[in-house]
């Protein structure tokens, strides 16, 4: 697991941006799987510009989102197709068949199959070549809530009150966010073969340093990861300031950008 650690989410989001940059660039038909929140916003900003200002090209990038909301429709604002629409999608040249996000209208007794559909997707296109998330407060990664097993696959969850309270500032009042959401397994997620977790913000830090120094659980779905061959976390100051192992992950950043060599 590699740890980056970086001034301000400014810092936080150009380096996330690197990385996806370059898999575009290799692979030019890669699979994004992609993340929703506040974290990502930044990212998603650079990516805009690098299209914008650098010509990168999203013609042939295919995506797939972590999550949607279960009952809102893809054009209610606080729907993940929407956020994904206007922080991203809407500015850049990917095609609009090349983009899935989950669909939270379908109906209830067709889920199992949809959620089975979705994987087949995935599987279809070759898997997701880089999977970026975020981490909620309860420690979830995509949907996956405390207590989400390590095996779990694209299914219907129950959103817990802490989510729904954090989630809440989106929307007009509480009652209205919803309380069910079709998410990625955590099983879905370690099968990418590459994945990047952005945090940022003091509010972030205790769960941060619970993921990633403290012992893997399903009590804290983004501490799995560390099971993972290939993940980097990557930081802002306030949501690192709390890790033991801080200055040690510096020095293996520093010493990577001295040799040039990723240092897993
Ligand atoms: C939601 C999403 C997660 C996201 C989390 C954190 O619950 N389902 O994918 O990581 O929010 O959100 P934020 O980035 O706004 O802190």
Redesign the pocket.
């Known amino acids: 697991m590699r740890v980056i650690i970086k001034k301000n989410y400014e810092e936080m989001s150009k380096e996330a941006a690197k990385i996806v940059k370059d898999l575009i660039q290799k692979k030019e038909n890669c699979v994004l799987g992609l993340?929703?929140?506040?974290?990502?916003v930044g990212l998603y900003k650079e990516l805009i510009r690098m299209h914008k200002e650098e010509g990168l090209d999203f013609s042939k990038v295919i995506t797939f989102n972590?999550?949607e909301y279960y009952g809102l429709s893809p054009d209610h604002p606080q729907s993940y197709r929407y956020f994904m629409d206007i922080n991203l999608f809407n500015h850049i040249n990917i095609k609009k068949d090349n983009t899935n996000v989950p669909d939270g209208k379908v109906p209830i007794e067709k889920i199992e199959q949809y959620c089975e559909w979705y994987e087949d997707m995935i599987k279809k296109v070759g898997g997701i070549d880089l999977q970026v998330?975020?981490?909620?407060?309860d420690g979830?990664?995509?949907?996956n809530e405390p207590g989400s097993s390590l095996n779990s696959r694209t299914r219907l969850v129950a959103l817990d009150e802490q989510?729904i309270k954090?989630?809440s500032r989106f929307f007009d009042k509480i009652e209205d966010v919803p309380r069910f959401?079709i998410?990625m397994g955590v099983g879905t997620i370690l099968e990418a073969k590459e994945i990047i977790l952005l945090a940022n913000g003091e509010k972030?830090a205790e769960i941060v340093a619970k993921a990633i120094e403290g012992p893997i659980t399903s009590q804290i779905s983004a501490s799995v990861l560390q099971l993972h061959p290939k993940v980097t976390i990557i930081l802002d100051e306030e949501a690192a300031s709390k890790l033991k192992r801080k200055e040690y992950y510096k020095f293996a950043s520093e010493a990577e950008k001295k040799i040039g060599l990723r240092l897993f």
Not at 35 to 40: D, M, R
Not at 133 to 137: A, E, F, H, R, Y
């Open positions: 993340a929703t929140g506040s974290t990502p972590l999550d998330v975020g981490i909620g407060g979830h990664i995509g949907f989510t954090d989630n959401a998410t972030k």
